[in-house]
């Protein structure tokens, strides 16, 4: 069993940075591909990125070049650092882990998920 805890949303303008951290517990964290996806009002959810156990990265093409992926296996936790933030980045982002292969699958499966943080990006 593996429980996922999100932290770092919040209120930024346009522009700005947020660093999303999401903390795992369990002994089998880096065996999990690791992922982050969103959902904004009213939208399905969505994949941004995702981090397999050797550190190989996929971003959607919506973020890519402002939102990047890291994990650090000795603390259990896998961020997303977001730059350059937009309106509609606005959205509940959750933690995902599973395979790298499900997680970046349509629709995306994960084994285990978190529940969300809210980042509100304000124009």
């Known amino acids: 069993q593996v429980q996922l805890v999100e932290s770092g949303g919040g209120l930024v303008q346009a522009g700005g940075s947020l660093r999303l951290s999401c903390t795992a517990s369990?002994?089998?964290?880096?065996?999990?591909?690791m992922g982050w996806f969103r959902q904004a009002p009213g939208k399905e959810r969505e994949f941004v990125a995702a981090i397999n156990r050797f550190g190989s990265t996929n971003t959607a093409d919506s973020v890519k070049g402002r939102f990047t992926i890291s994990r650090d296996n000795a603390k259990n936790t896998v961020s997303l650092q977001m730059n350059s933030l937009k309106p509609e980045d606005t959205a509940v982002y959750f933690c995902?882990?599973?395979?790298?292969?499900?997680?970046?699958?349509?629709?995306?499966?994960?084994?285990?998920w978190g529940q969300g943080t809210q980042v509100t990006v304000s124009s």
């Open positions: 369990g002994r089998a964290f880096s065996s999990y591909a």
């Open positions: 995902a882990a599973g395979t790298m292969v499900r997680l970046t699958a349509t629709p995306a499966r994960a084994d285990y």
